[in-house]
T-cell receptor
Framework: DAKTTQPTSMDCAEGRAANLPCNHS???????VYWYRQIHSQGPQYIIH???NNETNEMASLIITEDRKSSTLILPHATLRDTAVYYC????????????FGKGTMLLVSP | GAVVSQHPSWVICKSGTSVKIECRSL??????MFWYRQFPKQSLMLMAT?????????EQGVEKDKFLINHASLTLSTLTVTSAHPEDSSFYIC???????????FGPGTRLTVL
């Protein structure tokens, strides 16, 4: 699976949009971009994934650049409960590879 | 979404004793489950992959005789930490893979403290 690079930490004010970037310049054509988050002392939670088109669900939006070498996870209205470590992972969807976690981005949402 | 549970959520034990952690898929069958370990301020590290009815596959550096994994049914996998020592204190998280899309869902984790 391709490697990803994320900032170590980010801050966001409550109610504002949180934009979390991820670089994956070695992504292959059949690899998807997955986002998970881990709130302190809990198991990881799936957020969203995509291949090349932008995706949106009830939790977030995922914007993938046209060359697919980077992406941005958008939390449109961040709340204090969104404070967590966010992991960007690249892997083949439907394949049998497991999820490999990097260091992720620690997002701190403040009042 | 699919639900994965773990029991216990936390456990404290004495050095030298064994501890068993259960991982259950509550509303789906999982032929494959994964066990991760997470030390403070670090990311999740895969320990082993557990397939129902067969032996687990361990990652490099993980002692299979110390971390016994049993996946006897499609909804239950267990991790037993044998002869636990303080350095085994960690957050243990299981994950279950759901077919046909092979997505992974995670349990809430088990905090193990070895005194």
């Amino acid at each position: 699976d391709a490697k990803t690079t994320q900032p170590t930490s980010m801050d966001c004010a409550e109610g504002r949009a949180a934009n979390l970037p991820c670089n994956h310049s070695t992504i292959s054509g059949n690899e998807y971009v997955y986002w998970y988050r881990q709130i302190h002392s809990q198991g990881p939670q799936y957020i969203i994934h995509g291949l090349k088109n932008n995706e949106t669900n009830e939790m977030a939006s995922l914007i993938i650049t046209e060359d697919r070498k980077s992406s941005t996870l958008i939390l449109p209205h961040a709340t204090l409960r969104d404070t967590a470590v966010y992991y960007c992972i690249v892997r083949v969807a439907g394949g049998y590879s497991t999820l490999t976690f990097g260091k992720g981005t620690m997002l701190l949402v403040s009042p | 979404g699919a639900v994965v549970s773990q029991h216990p959520s936390w456990v404290i034990c004495k050095s030298g004793t064994s501890v068993k952690i259960e991982c259950r898929s509550l509303d789906f069958q999982a032929t494959t489950m994964f066990w991760y370990r997470q030390f403070p301020k670090q990311s999740l590290m895969l320990m082993a992959t557990s397939n129902e009815g067969s032996k687990a596959t361990y990652e490099q550096g993980v002692e299979k005789d110390k971390f016994l994994i049993n996946h006897a049914s499609l909804t239950l996998s267990t991790l037993t930490v044998t002869s636990a020592h303080p350095e085994d204190s960690s957050f243990y998280i299981c994950s279950a893979r759901i077919t046909p899309h092979n997505e992974q869902f995670f349990g809430p984790g088990t905090r193990l403290t070895v005194l």
